[in-house]
T-cell receptor
Framework: DGGITQSPKYLFRKEGQNVTLSCEQN?????MYWYRQDPGQGLRLIYYSQIVNDFQKGDIAEGYSVSREKKESFPLTVTSAQKNPTAFYLC???????????FGSGTRLTVV | AQSVTQLDSQVPVFEEAPVELRCNYS??????LFWYVQYPNQGLQLLLKYLSGSTLVKGINGFEAEFNKSQTSFHLRKPSVHISDTAEYFCAVRRNYGQNFVFGPGTRLSVLP
């Protein structure tokens, strides 16, 4: 079945370390997105990519980086510059038409 | 710019009672409207969407929503809720092709026995 796979589901890192979250889709969707979710704050857009080898900053891109070398993959790196990285991270993909987003099951990152 | 308002951050309701979760949006152009549900520690799942046509849209799990253009609203309803409906619900809007979604802040529905 087609879908989006995020891994790992839980991730623990020490403060000051970079960490990369994986997102892979086999839906043949052109666009992919990364959201951050904190309690009571809904979803905030970090980065998005409409096409391979191109991506755009979202509302809260500082301290994060992405790459889009393949259509299927859109990894997110949380760098040491991100001041408060502990959160639930969601990856999504979509076509460029009127369809909705398809979401992954999320990665919960805890920095200690 | 678009924005989405979900006035109720939390909605407690007893099992088998009806529920309405409110969503209002602001946009100067036509939009597509969506409701998503999120269970604890999971991603978001599409409940239903309005693209065009009939203003009453039926979705999964017995939910429905009505698009009201004059009031710029897209409220979600269910006539009889179940314990398993306890989750967070997000309203979202999207302009035409290729535009990103704008999500509301979410409403936490708690169904009580």
């Amino acid at each position: 079945d087609g879908g989006i796979t995020q891994s790992p589901k839980y991730l623990f890192r020490k403060e000051g370390q970079n960490v990369t979250l994986s997102c892979e889709q086999n839906l043949n969707h052109d666009a992919m997105y990364w959201y951050r979710q904190d309690p009571g704050q809904g979803l905030r857009l970090i980065y998005y990519s409409q096409i391979v080898n191109d991506f755009q900053k979202g509302d809260i891109a500082e301290g994060y980086s992405v790459s889009r070398e393949k259509k299927e993959s859109f990894p997110l790196t949380v760098t040491s510059a991100q001041k408060n990285p502990t959160a639930f991270y969601l990856c999504a993909s979509s076509t460029t038409g009127a369809s909705g987003y398809t979401f992954g099951s999320g990665t919960r990152l805890t920095v200690v | 710019a678009q924005s989405v308002t979900q006035l109720d951050s939390q909605v407690p309701v007893f099992e088998e009672a009806p529920v309405e979760l409110r969503c209002n949006y602001s946009s100067s152009v036509s939009v597509y409207l969506f409701w998503y549900v999120q269970y604890p520690n999971q991603g978001l799942q599409l409940l239903l969407k309005y693209l065009s046509g009939s203003t009453l849209v039926k979705g999964i799990n017995g939910f429905e929503a009505e698009f009201n253009k004059s009031q710029t609203s897209f409220h979600l309803r269910k006539p009889s809720v179940h314990i398993s409906d306890t989750a967070e619900y997000f309203c979202a809007v999207r302009r035409n092709y290729g535009q990103n979604f704008v999500f509301g802040p979410g409403t936490r529905l708690s169904v009580l026995p």
